[in-house]
């Protein structure tokens, strides 16, 4: 090997090692706050309970816009059971 092969082959080495440093620090930052475009204080919508009935159905306390729903959650989907007064 010549001395440009080698040196073009380091080149090539030093910037593969810099790619996959970005990539590891893009999956490192991607749940941190830096990384979130919303924090959970911001967010419109939170799980306030979780009540598992057996099988693949539960219950779900929602929280949206300052009101609570009751939700019936399946494997075949969710379903609006009703609205739940506010405790505050």
Do not use: C, Y
């Not at 090692?17 to 475009?37: E, H, M, N, P, T």
């Amino acid at each position: 090997m010549d001395t440009a092969s080698l040196s073009s082959a380091a080149a090539l080495l030093v910037i593969l090692f810099v790619l996959a440093g970005a990539a590891f620090l893009a999956r490192r930052l991607r749940g941190s706050a830096w990384g979130q475009k919303l924090n959970a204080a911001a967010q419109p919508i939170s799980i306030l309970a979780t009540r598992p009935l057996g099988g693949q159905h539960s219950l779900v306390i929602a929280e949206a816009e300052g009101q609570r729903f009751l939700l019936g959650v399946s494997r075949g989907g969710i379903t609006a059971i009703g609205r739940l007064s506010s405790h505050d």
